[in-house]
């Protein structure tokens, strides 16, 4: 599934995208840049010079800052989709296929994750909790888990429907027999092809948060943060310019990525 | 038999969002008394008691919640720490104003993105095609927030061709109102100064919030188009004679109308959440930057009834996708 | 191919519906309304409920203080009160009304009218209730004079009366609406009434309030001086600079009142005239040596190379764009007693070295939250890091923790912040505010804030006199004895004043009378085309 996808230039290009900012969050600290923390010109340059993208209001090289910033959106973006995906399909796998009471419970508790606007949920956690990187993630993965619940609550349910499940559970294969051999294999495929895309969603909400101050903390070079502090000075084109276009690449490669993958899913 | 499933669940569905909001909003441990009195009084006792009795604020915790959902279900949604007014009050001069953005937004994305989806499909895999598709991926990629202040900073400060943020400019006098949407208002009373004003301010905001919703419009009407048009029927109109287009507009459209139109109706309630970002950044007077205002200075009355609010309104945009695709697809409507 | 000419055409259709929306803007403005954009935060529209920056703005415009402030923003004049003196003891203030004057509804402004207004603001139980709470009974010989008694000697009243929230009521309108000045005041249901009427004296009358959207009041028809040159003044609601920027810049509004620099300077010249003006609104670092957090680090040196590691003039650059002046003592600029104070400087040397002594020669953590929010002008997240830097070249690492308004003001009120920032407008226009907030005696907030009650020898045993001594003050000695105010609560070092940042008023360039106030905020009775 994976080579034909990358068969397409488009998703071959969304990959070395997402490849360079990967690359760019582990080794950007030895790549001697100024410290994205530190005031090391005069405020509001304009980029050039020593400041490719300019400098921000506590004069802060920009370019660093946008850099480092993929230390900050991709790992905790990852964590975020990785943990929601792992919670959802373990209690959707569990709705699915025991039923009954316990696929009624976890099936209401999803619709009630899911009847919040996500902004709105995830904007109440992240004012109970505090802002903050953690927080933040807390609050997405309070978003995203019932997601999954529901498609691997469908996807187990679909599967155990199947005549050769049925006849599985006839003869009397353990529970866990019949999820190792028949669901696990049927579910994986639409719960990985959903991951990329969510990876991008994820981000664009954990921007939003920042956006509003609810992510995380200064002075951290996080992208919706920069985006933030840019959107009151906005004939500064720089300050939004750069953390704008990285959000931009990497969730518009995360999305060619999953549209791609879907569509071989599909197809 | 789903539909009159799904609104039994309702007030399930309800209750649950209240307790989770109540829950959230006291689980600060933050004295809602501070939100009323603010910092500087918060030293005098007096006014502090006198603003925890007022306000129902020195009784248990469980008797607070149940009283609020007693009243909540008469319509009361109590006082708003903030404004000082019935909640309820608020949001009736507020959600007009949300709903006259989210039904711009999306009218403006639906038609947009049917009209790129049909561009796209008429010539598949040409260059045009390429480029419906290299929008929608943009669209659905770019945070609302900051295509709402590109849009303002082009369209507003730069070109001056839009005016900036607001419903409506200041010096001219809302219509009396009716529905409380100011374009029907302003059509109602046959005001067209206000109308034209009012349309002009609209686009903006409109726009940021739909398109997203035309980016996904087009992604998911291109794929079925090309599918119906592969179809055994299509295949026989076309080898009667009938033109592309024809067939396009003729046959293909309406079969595929139906999932786009019911993933327009399901991302009804992501609108009312991008919502939320848009008016913050267009000063709009809905729903979305009330509910940010609350949960800022933790206000819970406002924030359980917004929430609530949210709630009903995915779970009917759910039922409306429901009825609406049964009655657009005759196969489903016997089921 | 005959359909998609159709497509074509209906394309065309709507781009001309487009363009035709795209047109020139809206020619006809009507120059009888103002519009002033600004973030609304009003909490009530009741004059002796509200507490806000906007109530200022607004209760001026509706309501009659007794005096008011002066344009050269320290002098009282008249305004329902022609004239006034007070006691040799300052406990005793006497004003004469003016008889002229007249509330909207056409009746006479009485002294009972001000007697109930005073009593109604003390029995709210309001944030603003303090302002009468030193009031121990007011008399009324006639119609036209008001004797105030107070329960301790107070020079500043004069200052106290000239507060918008000193608004003087029409009680007879007020009291048949079942607004009460005593008994049940709690209940009168002021929030809801003044939120839609408004029963004052003033030069406007309120039109229609829409919270957190418009604010519109109309001019007094029945006002008893000279009338405002706008029939109409829209108060319309905008977040931030930037909106606020925009708005100015497209013709929505006409004054932008919470602007910084950066916005203020890209705004095209010809369509916005900036001042930029002093303001006596300062950001201060606040040190809590008793909070538990601090583990007992804050001694008094450890405070003076804090102080000392402050680089304020960067701060200023840095924060505001060089828009902002130094402020030295918690008393801010251009307040009783403010006059001839020196900004401590910055020693980073003589700071390490006094850490060093201290025991902290490694340095050391401390958190540091602090409310996120843009207080005028200045955003607090910014100086917050600017501070981070600083203290950071002395070895003491802050870590940050932005936090949302009431979550700040719970954690802070319970000592539990080592230290914070923290910002503070004036009430009204007296320096004795400054001393019974942040001076560090008992019973004041920032007493308990410092952590007063675990490690009370941080208290300042000589304020409570100064301040009384500066309160019984005749005028001329008023000065100096402020000063030795400001001096002794300099030497705590627990409030260090940061900056204050100047107040950016931006304008359409055909208005004159655009000014700030240290009473009112901005007087709306005075804009005026030009």
Redesign the interface.
Known sequence: MWRRALASPAALLALLVLGFWVVTAITVPWWGLPDP???VGR??QPPGGAFPLGTD???RCVLSRTLHGARLSLPLAFCVVVGAAALGVLLGAIAGFLGGAADWLLS??A??A????????A???A??L???LLNAGLAMLAVWWPIYLRLMRAQVRGVMRMEHVQAAVTVGSTPAAILRRHVVPLCTTPILVALPLDL??VI?LG??LS???LGA???APEW?LM?A?G??????WWL?AGP?VA??SV??A???LG?RLREQGRG | MVLIQRLLLLPVLLLGIAAVSFGLSRATGVDPVIAIVGERAMEDPAVVAAARAQWGLDRPVAVQFLRHVANAVQGDFGTSFRTRRPVGMDLAERLPATLELVLAATLLGTLVGAALALLSARWPHGLLDQAVRGFASAGVSIPVFLAGLLLLWLFATSLDWLPGPGRLDARLTPPPVWTGMLLVDAAWAMDWAVWRDAARRLVLPAAALGWGIAALVARLLRATLIEELARFHIVAARSRGLSEGRLLLDHALPNAMVPALTLVSLSFATLVAGAVLTETVFAWPGVGAYALESARTLDYPAIMAVTMLGGVALALSGVVADAGQAWLDPRLRDR | MGSMTGLARRAALATLVALGLGGPALAQQAPATLVVARNMDVNSLDPHRGFCDTCQIVFDALYDTLVTIGPDNRTPVPRLATRWEASADLTRWTFHLDPRARFASGRAVEAADVAWSFRRLAATRASSSFLAGDIERIETPDAHTVTVHLKAANSEFIGIAAAPYMAVVDRVAAEAAGIRAEGEVAQDGGDRWFGENSAGSGPFTLARYRPNDELRLARNANYWRDAPAFAEVVIRQAAGAAVQGQLLASGGADIALQLDTETARALPRDRATVQVLPSPNFIYLAIAPGAPAAQGRFTPEVREAISLAVDRAAMIEFVLGGAGKPQASPIPNGFPGSAGLEVPGTDLARARQMLAAAGHGRGFDVDFTFPAINSYGADMSLVAQRLQQDLGRVGIRLRLQPATFPVWVQQMRAAQLPMTIGYYAPDYFGSAQYVNFFGIMEGTPWFTRAGGGNLPSIANGELRGLLTRALAAPEAEREAAFQAVARSMMGDRIILPLLSPDLVIAHRPGLQGVRYSTCCNLPLAEIRPR
């Open positions: 923390t530190e005031s405020r509001f209001a506590l004069g209401r508790a619709d009630i899911l009847a919040f606007p996500p902004v709105l949920l904007l109440a956690v004012a109970t505090g802002p903050g991008g969603q664009l921007a939003g956006f509003v101050g903390p200064p002075p919706g985006v502090e959107a009151t000075t906005l004939h500064r939004v704008g959000i931009l969730v518009l995360c999305t060619l549209d």
